[in-house]
Structures are given as structure tokens and as C-alpha cells.
């Protein structure tokens, strides 16, 4: 059964609390919870809830006003009017990666990126998006970069080796540079999965791209600052 930890507002003098149903069991800090619990230590500023309907509790108003107050967490604006975006698109299973790029350039424009700024191109298929995604980004031209494409399982090993050259390439090239890359390329079983992912509105993984884009261009730029 899992266990839900959360931190009280004050210490409750080296001694834990925990509520088993209508039951109290007082714990020290060396005593662990027993059978039925992650194998750990309680401590004393914890108090342990080992019924997952009871973590419910953990949000109201009276406990939220009892905890400390947490460092603000710092997340990127959504205004990309600002920015210059370039976009991939690998063209192998276009009928999907068609759907993904259109998305895509929706979602920038919603978010404000000037059509001006936003740049798109196509490579062949996944293997080769690395390569011009890592050159663009080393460009120092553009604030983000988003890679669309779709690799659908088939008879052979031919998928796992495509996803794993496509995803550790991409992250290869962000690392490298320091340029975020939006990755919007798709790994799935069957066909009707990646239609399903690359329909318009929110579903859409184009534009579900353009969002993780602009936010982490902008949150990069800001801390840069």
C-alpha cells in the first residue's frame, strides 16, 4: 500500500503519527511502519498516511494555511512573440508527421511567435533529425528548436534502433548547445495510435510541441538575464 509523505508545519517532538483507519499509532524515529509499508525510517517531522483516499485530506484549506510557505517555482512565459523557432519534420509516414508539423506551426502562432521568426524544414525520416536539429540550434539563430516526426513498429528491430538514434541524438544536440528541443516525434505500435496523436486540437503532439518550445526558450532567456 503506498505511503504519502508530507512535511508539518511545526515538529512534532520526536515522535510520528500515523492513521491507520480510526486507529493512532504513536512511532519514534527508529520505528518503521511495518508489513504492508515501504521499508523506511520515520522520522519526526512526518506524518505518514497509509490509505490513498486520505492524501484528499492533505488539500484543504486548513492544512494548506498550517504549512510552511514553499519558494515561488520558477516556469517559462508562454508569450512567444518574441522568439524564433525553427521546426523539423521527417517526412517518412507523412500522412502523420504532415498532421504533426501543421499542428505545430498552429500552436506557435496561438502562442505568438511571428510567422516571420518561425522557420520549417523536412529531412527524410527520424534518423537524420538530429543532425540539421543540432545545426540549427549551434547556429545561435534560434531560441528553440521543434522536431515532429513518426516511428511506427513494423516486423523487425528496425524501430528500436530508429527511436533510440532519433531521441538520444536530439537530446545530444539540446545538451550540446544549450538550445531546447521540442521533441514531437512519435513511437508507436500501430498506425491508429499515431493518428490519434497527430489529429487537430489540443491531442495533437505538434502543438503540444510548441508549447514545451516556447516555454523552455523562454524560461532559459530568463535565467540568463
Given at each position: 500500500r503506498p505511503a504519502y509523505l508530507v512535511q508539518t508545519h511545526r515538529p512534532c517532538d520526536g515522535a510520528c503519527r500515523a492513521r491507520d483507519g480510526g486507529s493512532r499509532l504513536n512511532l519514534t524515529p527508529t520505528e518503521s511502519l511495518g508489513q504492508g509499508t515501504p521499508s523506511r525510517i520515520a522520522q519526526p517531522w512526518e506524518?505518514?498516511?497509509?490509505?490513498?483516499?486520505?492524501?484528499?485530506?492533505l488539500l484543504s484549506p486548513f492544512f494548506l494555511s498550517m504549512c510552511p510557505t514553499m519558494t515561488d517555482v520558477s516556469r517559462g512565459s508562454l508569450d512567444g512573440s518574441d522568439l524564433k523557432i525553427a521546426v523539423i519534420q521527417s517526412r517518412f509516414n507523412e500522412s502523420v508527421t504532415e498532421a504533426l508539423l501543421q499542428g505545430a506551426l498552429e500552436g506557435l502562432e496561438e502562442l505568438g511567435v511571428v510567422e516571420e521568426r518561425v522557420h520549417a524544414c523536412s529531412v527524410p525520416g527520424a534518423?537524420?533529425?538530429?543532425?540539421?536539429?543540432?545545426?540549427?540550434?549551434?547556429?545561435?539563430?534560434w531560441d528553440a528548436i521543434i522536431v515532429v516526426g513518426a516511428v511506427i513498429r513494423g516486423e523487425t528491430s528496425h524501430y528500436d534502433y530508429v527511436c533510440n538514434i532519433a531521441t538520444d541524438g536530439c537530446l545530444r544536440a539540446s545538451l550540446d548547445t544549450g538550445v531546447p528541443i521540442a521533441f514531437g516525434v512519435l513511437t508507436c505500435d500501430t498506425s491508429e495510435q499515431a493518428f490519434a496523436r497527430c489529429a487537430p486540437g489540443e491531442a495533437n503532439k505538434g502543438?503540444?510541441?510548441?508549447?514545451?518550445?516556447?516555454?523552455?526558450?523562454n524560461l532559459l532567456r530568463g535565467r540568463k538575464a
Open positions: 506524518v505518514i498516511y497509509r490509505r490513498p483516499w486520505q492524501a484528499a485530506n534518423v537524420e533529425l538530429p543532425l540539421v536539429a543540432r545545426d540549427l540550434a549551434a547556429s545561435g539563430t502543438r503540444e510541441s510548441a508549447r514545451v518550445a516556447v516555454e523552455l526558450a
